[in-house]
């Protein structure tokens, strides 16, 4: 493994008070007919791996006037199997062709082998906090840095299943894998929020700063925010991003922010989408509380 | 079970190949991919679901899902088979033409993610006086097909809420009493994919200019004297259908 390698590659960073909104196909036209006031637009890299296109030659217009985050969902860093060539090449091409200030994907599964064809499994599939599972995270994390000649973060997924056997809680085995890839964390506090409640855990407050203590400060390179929506008599609330970021959201982001710093900030929509006023007041919110932290900071 | 045996047996489940959830819950996974795959579907294919109704379109679409499964990352890439395998499928008894409406859906989905050739103007003028020895060049990023049966009109009508008020969707329901069919072109105006209805003679010539034949084999010794074809050739290159002329041999 070559980290120093992997992470040599220099991009033009974000101030830690960054905010961004993730862009959609619906809000493509208002972003084209004026440039928003945001500090960088969050799109699924996949939705441009495409050799070209009406999709591609828009992201090209856009990352010439916004900075560009590229967030994958399909990777499956978690797999067992390695992530295949035809992937990387078309996230590296991607890459080359946005020149964006994050590379990210989550920490799940999507990509097993059946009958000696590999399938994807198209979602966020959890992994089981293990020493195994470590070993295959860092090797498709390292993989990737090292052919994008460039760090990556992962992010924190929702899970709704629970494995029996695990050798970590979540937040030591994320310590462990930036310890051993050197890559970045994504704070995903909606799906520490969906875990805590679908877990049944009585004290939220106690869970995030527990689990937030335990994660390195310096590795968190940006905080993603969004809203859920409960199911089945509110048993379970699922992760689907289709609704603004809940007043308990902004609470807990706001914790965050007072414990780990201001950090680069995305409001994730992805279903239900609003308009995009309504999306940027979103952001605006997000600013706000940002600024309460700088404010907090200087006086101390 | 160890853990790559633990994945495959997840994903079959995702599939639908087997009905033993892997832990309790999984079946939340399962409902989302679904939904995904139908949604994908959904874009892919808007004049298929517009012609067999949103419920019957779920069918199918979690019908493909199970069968084809998955097999790359991208969502916008599941379904590119989906028009072949209507084919097989029952709904094809009662909807005949809906395999053809499907690769039109299909094909204006490649066009908008395909290279589309920018018009070399400047290369038409090897169109001299020896018309043996250059040929047109076709787009490399459109699609035209003949089909037998009425899809433009199809497509047209379609788009519309109420496809049965429409002009195109009458013309559509008299050519399939008819048992006739349509060409289609398929080109990018702007950012999006265009469906337009081309006649037969304008279908073999685009296929004998893909086939690299001479202007002169295909149009005629005489052609530059003929009016119908500069407003014909005019026309391709404002669709951006020929993007340019070459010398050949």
């Keep these: ?66 900075p560009i985050s590229l967030h994958g969902t399909s990777a499956g860093l978690g797999s067992v199997e ?70 990556i973060a992962i992010e924190n997924v929702c899970a709704y299943i629970e494995y029996d056997q695990s050798d970590f809680d979540e937040a030591s085995f994320l310590g462990e894998i930036v310890a051993r890839t050197q890559c970045g964390l994504i704070l995903d506090i909606n799906n520490l ?15 995030v700063d527990r689990y937030v203590e335990s994660l390195d400060y310096s590795a968190i390179t940006e905080i993603h925010l969004a809203g859920s929506t409960p199911v089945g008599d509110e048993e379970l609330l ?61 006086s101390l | 079970m160890n853990l790559s045996d633990y994945q495959a047996h997840f994903l079959q489940f995702l ?23 139908v949604r994908a579907l959904e874009q892919s294919y808007p004049t298929v679901r517009a012609l067999v109704g949103p419920a ?26 989906f028009p072949s395998w209507i084919i097989s499928n029952r709904i094809s008894d009662r909807v005949p033409y809906l395999s053809d409406v499907a690769r039109l859906d299909n094909y204006i989905g490649r066009v908008e993610r395909s290279q589309y050739e920018e018009v070399n103007v400047d290369s038409f003028a090897v169109i001299g006086e020896d018309l043996a020895s250059c040929s047109l060049i076709l787009n490399k990023g459109l699609q035209f097909f003949r089909s037998m049966y009425p899809v433009v009109s199809i497509w047209e009508a379609h788009k519309s809420e109420t496809p049965k008020d429409t002009l195109s969707f009458a013309q559509a329901k008299r050519m399939i009493a008819r048992g006739r069919g349509q060409n289609a072109l398929i080109y990018r105006a702007g950012w999006k994919g265009m469906a337009e209805l081309i006649p037969e003679k304008d279908l073999l010539l685009l296929e004998s200019v893909r086939n690299q034949r001479s202007i002169a084999e295909v149009f005629g010794e005489d052609v530059l004297k003929d009016t119908s074809f500069t407003h014909w050739l005019q026309d391709m290159i404002a669709k951006g259908v020929i993007v340019g002329a070459k010398a050949i041999h």
């Design chain 1, 82 to 151: 390695a992530v295949p060539d035809d992937y990387l090449k078309k996230l590296k091409r991607l890459v080359d062709r946005v020149d964006p200030i994050l590379v990210s994907d989550h920490l799940c599964f999507t990509w097993a082998r059946i009958g000696g064809r590999l399938f994807h499994g198209g979602d966020l599939l959890p992994i089981p906090f293990t020493e195994d599972s470590l070993r295959h995270a860092v090797n498709n994390i390292d993989r990737i840095q090292q052919y994008l000649g460039r760090q």
């Design chain 2, 15 to 37: 599939f639908g190949a087997t009905s033993e959830p892997v832990l309790p819950n999984s079946e939340v996974y399962r409902f989302g991919v679904e939904v995904k795959a």
């Design chain 1, 1 to 66: 493994m070559s980290n120093r390698q992997a992470t040599a590659h220099s991009n033009p960073e974000l101030k830690k008070t960054a905010v961004g909104v993730g862009l959609r196909s619906e809000h493509y036209q208002n972003v084209l007919e004026q440039t928003p006031a945001l500090d960088f637009l969050e799109v699924h890299s996949e939705n441009f791996f495409a050799d070209a296109g009406i999709a591609v030659d828009l992201l090209q217009e856009v990352s010439a006037s916004t």
């Design chain 1, 193 to 207: 929020m969906v875990n805590a409640r679908n877990g049944q855990v009585s004290n939220l407050e106690n869970f």
């Design chain 1, 238 to 298: 699922i992760d689907d991003h289709a609704r603004p970021v809940s007043e308990a959201g902004w609470q807990i982001y706001q914790r965050v922010l007072n414990a780990v710093g201001p950090r680069p900030t995305l409001i994730e929509w992805d279903n239900n989408l609003p308009s995009w006023r309504e999306l940027l007041g979103e952001a605006s919110k997000a600013r706000k509380a940002q600024r309460q932290v700088l404010r907090r900071e200087r």
């Design chain 2, 56 to 81: 019957d379109f779920e069918g199918l679409a979690l019908d493909y899902f199970q069968m084809i499964r998955k097999q790359s990352g991208d969502w916008s890439d599941f379904g590119w088979g």
